[in-house]
């Protein structure tokens, strides 16, 4: 028996060993060669930490090469990776280990003072990692269990044993653990590397974070099973990113990359004439944005439409027409439909409901949460996704709506309960609504709409109450004060009428820079 997720990404296939997998912006270089020796080492380390097969790998670490080589090795150790977003507070990371309960955390070493006794409270071993150098001294202990060499056989693992768990949640309760196989990760990087058609003579710009599915399984995953190269980058800069296109074929971005790079006057259809592709995903694409880079460079920005859940669900075509406001067409392999909320019947073309979803990508379920679970995933195998959408006479899918009211900020979810859950603790709150308005650079802003009992309270005296709760991403970027929210005859609030007021908020910022 084979590792299953491991054999999809070629991680042991000597057909490839000599060509060029990444490089860094350090000069330095890994070949495949260099891929399955270094996840070899990390696995062999993590095996003798004492991780075993099925227990929970939790890693909140700065982005670097060696971080993506922990994945993999926790892929071949037979663990289950659980990335968690480097912006997480201590009050974050408590729940998650407690959840999760994994059996070894490890984090960046400026925070391990503080994680330290957080890891301690859930019985995890604390390891620390930061961005390795061969003469630094602040690297953090894992590197000191990494062995100078392994010959690692990769544990067995099948299509169905879950490789990774990542956090989402609803506008309600507490974050959910949604848990991938092996077989949801492989399908989808699989499908991806063929409908967007990647091969070996790919150079991919990787500019995203490693903690979020984007930038983990949409880019690297695909990567890896296509054979191709990263310039991997620790962070976005849309001038190193301008400059990379010359030497590079594809980028994966959020629309605030697009954005940013608008503004670059070097962005012209001779500086992106290397390139053969844009995508963008994880938070909406203005049509504006999209017309912009049309003229701009000639070339059409591929969108798609995915989630934490479920991995990768539509994208506009490949070949054919990018539709602006549109996520094209459900990927092959996978179903989506639209439909009644109520009846769970599917709808016709033109009209707008749930969108639904499923195929060998839908998420196993919520870890520890078979309630949960049994509400949202059919018995059928379509999964409710919350997200209402439509289809148009040529068969592609717009989202035009949340049911959860979920706000998707810089292609970070942000949930509202938990923002307002803050705000409400707050001495002077009576309470509070926040929602997502448009916002040109991010997609969508953080906004909340606050009933408050002490006039002197300040929408930045407020912002700062919460700071220490929740990560920037999760931050009101504005805060409006009102004698009263707006309610419906049941009592509830009606957030539509609050996004239509605060429509424009954003714009004078939007445009000051």
Same mark, same amino acid.
């Given at each position: 028996?084979?590792?299953?997720?491991?054999?999809?990404?070629?991680?042991? !296939?000597?057909?490839?060993?000599? %060509?060029? *997998?990444?490089?860094?912006?350090?000069?330095?270089?890994?070949?495949?060669?260099?891929?399955?020796?270094?996840?070899?080492? *990390?696995?062999?380390?993590?095996?003798?930490?004492?991780?075993?097969?099925?227990? $929970?790998?939790? @890693?909140?670490?700065?982005?670097? +090469?060696?971080?993506?080589?922990?994945?993999?090795?926790?892929?071949?150790?037979?663990?289950?990776?659980?990335?968690?977003?480097?912006?997480?507070?201590?009050?974050?990371?408590?729940?998650f280990l407690g959840d999760a309960e994994p059996?070894?955390?490890?984090?960046?070493?400026?925070?391990?003072?503080?994680?330290?006794?957080? /890891? /301690?409270?859930?019985? &995890?071993?604390?390891?620390?990692?930061?961005?390795?150098?061969?003469?630094?001294?602040?690297?953090?202990?894992?590197?000191?269990? +990494?062995?100078?060499?392994?010959? *690692?056989?990769?544990?067995?693992?099948?299509?169905?044993?879950? &490789?990774?768990?990542?956090?989402?949640?609803?506008?309600? #309760?507490?974050?959910?653990?949604?848990?991938?196989?092996? /077989?949801?990760?492989?399908?989808?990087?699989?499908?991806?590397?063929?409908?967007?058609?990647?091969?070996?003579?790919?150079?991919?710009?990787?500019?995203?974070?490693?903690?979020?599915?984007?930038?983990?399984?949409?880019?690297?995953?695909?990567?890896?099973?296509?054979?191709?190269?990263?310039?991997?980058?620790?962070?976005?800069?849309?001038?190193?990113?301008?400059?990379?296109?010359?030497?590079?074929?594809?980028?994966?971005?959020?629309?605030?990359?697009?954005? $940013?790079?608008?503004?670059?006057?070097?962005?012209?259809?001779?500086?992106?004439?290397?390139?053969?592709?844009? @995508?963008?995903?994880?938070?909406?694409?203005?049509?504006?944005?999209?017309?912009?880079?049309?003229?701009?460079?000639?070339?059409?920005?591929?969108?798609?439409? #995915?989630?934490?859940?479920?991995?990768?669900?539509?994208?506009?075509?490949?070949?054919? @027409?990018? $539709?602006?406001?549109?996520? #094209?067409?459900?990927?092959?392999?996978?179903?989506? +439909?639209?439909?009644?909320?109520?009846? #769970?019947?599917?709808?016709?073309?033109?009209?707008?409901?749930?969108?639904?979803? %499923?195929?060998?990508?839908?998420?196993?379920?919520?870890?520890?949460?078979?309630?949960?679970?049994?509400?949202?995933? %059919?018995?059928?195998?379509? *999964?409710?996704?919350?997200?209402?959408? $439509?289809?148009?006479?040529?068969?592609?899918?717009? +989202?035009?709506?949340?049911?959860?009211?979920?706000?998707?900020?810089?292609?970070?979810?942000?949930?509202?309960?938990?923002?307002?859950?803050?705000? !409400?603790?707050?001495?002077?709150?009576?309470?509070?609504?926040?929602?997502?308005?448009?916002?040109?650079?991010?997609?969508e802003g953080v906004a909340a709409v606050v009933?408050?009992?002490?006039?002197?309270?300040?929408?930045?005296?407020?912002?700062?109450?919460?700071?220490?709760?929740?990560?920037?991403?999760? =931050?009101?970027?504005?805060?409006?004060?009102?004698?009263?929210l707006p309610r419906n005859t049941m009592g509830?609030?009606?957030?539509?009428?609050?996004?239509?007021?605060?429509?424009?908020?954003? =714009?004078?910022?939007?445009?000051?820079?």
């Amino acid at each position: 028996m084979t590792n299953h997720l491991a054999t999809a990404l070629g991680l042991a !296939d000597p057909a490839r060993h000599d %060509r060029r *997998f990444a490089s860094m912006e350090d000069g330095r270089h890994y070949s495949y060669a260099h891929v399955e020796q270094v996840s070899a080492r *990390f696995a062999a380390a993590l095996v003798a930490l004492g991780v075993t097969p099925g227990d $929970r790998v939790a @890693v909140q670490v700065d982005k670097s +090469i060696e971080a993506v080589m922990l994945y993999l090795g926790a892929v071949r150790a037979g663990a289950i990776f659980l990335p968690l977003n480097t912006a997480y507070t201590a009050a974050e990371i408590n729940y998650f280990l407690g959840d999760a309960e994994p059996a070894l955390f490890v984090c960046a070493p400026a925070h391990h003072d503080a994680l330290a006794p957080v /890891a /301690a409270r859930h019985n &995890a071993r604390i390891e620390t990692m930061g961005v390795w150098t061969p003469e630094a001294a602040d690297n953090g202990s894992l590197f000191g269990h +990494i062995p100078e060499a392994a010959a *690692f056989d990769d544990i067995a693992r099948t299509a169905d044993d879950l &490789a990774a768990i990542l956090y989402t949640s609803g506008t309600t #309760g507490r974050s959910k653990g949604a848990m991938l196989s092996h /077989a949801n990760l492989a399908s989808n990087a699989e499908t991806l590397a063929a409908h967007w058609r990647f091969t070996p003579e790919d150079v991919l710009i990787h500019a995203l974070p490693i903690f979020h599915t984007h930038g983990l399984f949409v880019a690297t995953n695909t990567a890896l099973v296509a054979g191709s190269a990263l310039l991997f980058r620790t962070k976005f800069d849309p001038v190193q990113t301008l400059q990379d296109m010359a030497k590079a074929t594809a980028l994966m971005g959020v629309p605030t990359f697009y954005t $940013r790079l608008l503004d670059q006057e070097g962005l012209t259809r001779e500086a992106t004439n290397a390139m053969r592709l844009f @995508v963008s995903g994880s938070a909406p694409l203005l049509a504006e944005t999209h017309e912009r880079w049309h003229a701009r460079t000639g070339h059409a920005i591929l969108e798609r439409y #995915g989630m934490t859940e479920t991995n990768m669900n539509t994208s506009n075509p490949y070949e054919g @027409v990018r $539709r602006a406001g549109t996520v #094209g067409q459900a990927l092959p392999g996978v179903e989506v +439909i639209v439909t009644d909320p109520e009846s #769970g019947q599917a709808l016709p073309t033109g009209e707008t409901g749930m969108v639904e979803v %499923r195929g060998p990508n839908v998420f196993q379920g919520y870890w520890r949460m078979p309630e949960k679970t049994a509400e949202e995933k %059919r018995d059928n195998g379509f *999964f409710i996704t919350g997200d209402l959408g $439509r289809y148009d006479e040529d068969g592609y899918l717009s +989202i035009v709506g949340r049911a959860k009211d979920l706000v998707i900020s810089g292609g970070y979810n942000v949930y509202p309960k938990e923002v307002e859950t803050a705000l !409400d603790t707050v001495e002077g709150v009576v309470e509070s609504a926040v929602i997502g308005l448009p916002h040109p650079d991010f997609g969508e802003g953080v906004a909340a709409v606050v009933v408050r009992s002490d006039a002197a309270l300040t929408e930045e005296a407020l912002v700062a109450a919460v700071a220490g709760d929740l990560a920037r991403y999760k =931050q009101p970027r504005r805060v409006f004060f009102v004698e009263a929210l707006p309610r419906n005859t049941m009592g509830k609030v009606q957030k539509k009428d609050l996004r239509q007021t605060y429509a424009e908020a954003f =714009q004078p910022e939007a445009k000051a820079g």
